[in-house]
């Protein structure tokens, strides 16, 4: 309580003493500065990752369960009704996938094809449909890596089908596939009725994927594969997570600079009130308690610079969050703003880093002030 107390009053004094009280404010409004551009850096970064997840996890199952050692599964395994018995498990769609050869007005290109339930036509990705030339409401023909006999032998399975529409890229970084009807997709991959080559499984709660995964392969007998959405898109989980361990060092070494101040408001303090010391000393004070007069001091303008910087910080991440003060081209980003979203986590992360550093770049200063002689103090 008396560290805290001296700390105090010599805080209030320093505003006359233009040394220290310079050497502080600088301390101070460079923590602030530092902080909040850390906690908004952090929220935009935050808000976009937050977008991207929602995207991935709109366009990937959470779980891909495919066969182990063999092509497809076939109807009497009755794979769908074991997975969907699993906890957690909301729905479980059958799909049949293959590599199909599509031609569109005279023009033929190679594609990775996906059946699922609902869709009626053919959907293709724009960057499949490109070189193709197709629109929606064009014919298109899909000739199957698959063959079937026939009085001639075997030949390929061909199909007749309508585009429906054009899709738009998706956000993770896989090819891109065709969809089409689920017994449209059977028939040409010969795969018979109930068939698939794999199932798509989606949980109530996504971030449980990982622990879902080995529930749902022990249910089908551990002779499948399971994949959650974040090893199907692990270089762009990947990424995202490089990129904001990135961001938070690359800024956090403007609260590092801002720390260095602070250390020099603990020395130039301490050798301004050398002689407080020493009476302090004489009058049977501790080299701690000295130390941690200089030591409260250094690390009360540190927390509050820091308390400072994350509350201005939040509050513009807020405001720019509600009032869409930066503007998208939507037909880009599918957002009509830069998008801010302050995560509770990562500001007191960002708050106790800060405040530690503060403590640490105080501490040395201190110490050498409380190991400072003194007679050699009194006699300056």
């Known amino acids: 309580m008396t560290a805290l107390f001296l700390a105090r009053r010599y805080l209030r004094a320093s ?7 310079v050497v502080a404010l600088a301390a101070f409004l460079g923590l602030t ?20 997840r929602g995207r991935l996890l709109a366009e990937t199952p959470h779980l891909t369960v495919t066969p182990k050692g063999r092509d497809s599964f076939e109807a009497k395994e009755a794979l769908e009704a074991r997975v969907r018995a699993v906890p957690g498990v909301a729905a479980v769609f059958p799909v049949a996938r293959g590599r199909v050869w599509i031609s569109v007005a005279g023009k033929t290109a190679p594609a990775e094809a996906v059946g699922r339930e609902g869709p009626k036509g053919l959907i293709l990705d724009l960057n499949q449909a490109r070189p193709l030339g197709a629109l929606a409401g064009d014919a298109a023909t899909l000739v199957s890596s698959r063959t079937r006999l026939s009085p001639l032998g075997p030949v390929p399975i061909v199909l007749s089908t309508t585009i429906e529409e054009l899709a738009s890229p998706t956000t993770a970084r896989r090819a891109p596939e065709a969809v089409l009807p689920l017994a449209d997709a059977r028939r040409l ?10 199932y798509e499984v989606f949980l109530s709660d996504p971030s449980s994927a990982a622990a879902r995964a080995p529930e749902v392969a022990a249910a089908l007998s551990g002779d499948v594969t399971v994949t959650t959405w974040e090893e199907a898109n692990r270089s762009l989980v990947l990424a995202l997570r490089l990129e904001r361990i990135v961001l938070f060092v690359t800024v956090f070494l403007i609260v590092v600079v801002a720390g ?35 030591l409260a001091a250094g690390a009360g303008v540190g927390v509050a610079g820091t308390g400072a ?16 003060a930066i503007p998208l081209p939507a037909h880009l980003y599918s957002l009509t703003h830069v998008p801010f979203r302050v995560d509770p986590a990562e500001l007191v992360a960002v708050v106790a880093l800060s405040v530690l550093w503060s403590l640490l770049a105080a501490s040395l200063p201190a110490r050498t002030a409380a190991r400072r002689s003194v007679a050699e103090a009194l006699r300056g």
């Not at 929220?43 to 991207?52: C, D, E, K, V």
């Not at 991959?189 to 794999?198: E, I, K, M, Q, V």
């Not at 000393?281 to 701690?288: E, F, I, K, N, T």
């Open 15 to 21: 505003r006359k003493e233009a040394q220290v009280g």
């Open 33 to 52: 500065l530092g902080v909040a551009a850390l906690v908004v850096s952090l929220a935009l970064l935050a808000g976009f990752q937050a977008h991207i």
């Open 189 to 198: 991959f010969a795969l018979g009725d109930g068939g698939a080559t794999g």
């Open 260 to 294: 260095l101040n602070l250390a020099a408001t603990s020395a130039v303090l301490a050798a301004t009130r050398a002689e407080d010391a020493a009476i302090l000393s004489v009058l049977g004070a501790s080299p701690r308690t000295v130390a941690g007069v200089f």
């Open 309 to 324: 910087g994350a509350l201005l910080g939040t509050a513009a991440a807020l405001v720019l969050e509600r009032t869409g």
